[in-house]
């Protein structure tokens, strides 16, 4: 093991958070929809072999105006941090779209489009700005089967997703993330081996990277798909030392509420929490309003509980906005001091008193 050059970012993140709760931004994918473009919008002139429609993520490349739009209404709209619109952006997702040899190309620029404006706007008022980059779990499950037939079938194997995150990760912190989000994890076993690819990236560039971790919720008894508990989420991966940890997406805010609860009490570093802008009416569209939203996670921030805040799906730069004007003056949570004693994880938490 190498030592590494600690990360500004972490420390400045965490001063930053010491003093105010925090806004990360909200929804890309529909904000994109509103742009309503077109497949040739979508594909450019980098002539692939398959339809485009709807490879968000490709627009780094073939329509970086509408990336940076959206960029540019969040932090009017008071974020503290952009997340890199890179949430496929990975060698199996990207294959979908025959796209796969253009991931370290979209990451790049996706993360250079994201530090470049979070710099401008950090110049214009002194106040730091963050980019994290955005690493989704890929269609594909280290923890289960997709043949129910033959529980031991897996359509990927760990090194071969581990190096699929280490080549997103470190197009991202080439182009200029402060961190790396692994976020909507809905398998823990997932999530480590975006742990274990930061990990080894950290060691060929000689500097940190600091992690963040976000689970999702996949029915309302608090576990995600591989069937872990928040809890037992939490020890999992508490190892990896992330500057966050929290839960994303899923459903809207009242749903996370005791599950946010839990969180805030057993992990000692910074809360982020953005949740679904409610959940989707019958069309799959989100008719919460900001003002709704801003006031259910505002719970959250006058019970202490959270450090940073901001929007899943069907949340909006008015979403944002109001967020931030609600939590504005409002005291951050404070981390809480742990007792060292033995915390594992099974898909419950086991303690093990002293």
Known sequence: MTDLTP?????????????????TDGAFGT??????????????SLGLARDQKGNNDILALTKPE????IHRAYFEAGADIAETNTFSANRISQADYA???????????SAKLARRIADEYAAKDGRPRFV????????????????????????????????????????LVEGGADFILIETVFDTLNAKAGVMAVRQLEQEIGR?????????????????????TVEAFWHAVRHAKPITIG?????????????????SEIADTLIMVYPNAGLPNELGEY???????????????????????????????????????????LNPRKLPVLEPITRLAGLEPFTMAA
């Open 247 to 263: 839960l994303n997406c899923s459903f809207g805010a009242t749903q996370l509420r005791p599950h946010v609860k839990v969180l």
């Open 66 to 69: 509408v990336p940076e739009t």
């Open 132 to 171: 994290a980059g955005a690493i989704g779990p890929t269609n594909k499950t280290l923890s289960l089967s997709p043949d129910v037939n033959d529980p031991g079938f897996r359509e990927i194997d760990w090194d071969t997703l581990v190096e699929v995150y280490k080549e997103q990760a470190a197009a």
């Open 31 to 44: 904000e994109i929809q509103g742009w309503k473009l077109s497949e040739a919008d979508y594909a450019g």
């Open 287 to 329: 008719d919460e309003l900001p003002d709704t939203t801003a006031g259910l996670v505002g719970e959250w921030a006058q019970a202490g509980q959270v450090n940073i805040l901001g929007g899943c799906c069907g949340s909006t730069p008015a979403h944002i906005a109001a967020m931030a004007k609600f939590v504005a003056g």
């Open 7 to 23: 990360s500004k970012a972490r420390t400045n993140l965490f001063a930053e958070a010491a003093q105010r709760i925090l806004i």
């Open 208 to 228: 940190e990277v600091p992690i963040m971790l976000s689970m999702t919720l996949t029915d309302l008894s608090g576990r995600n798909l591989s069937g872990h």
């Open 99 to 109: 796209a796969e040899h253009l991931v370290r190309e979209i990451n790049l620029e």
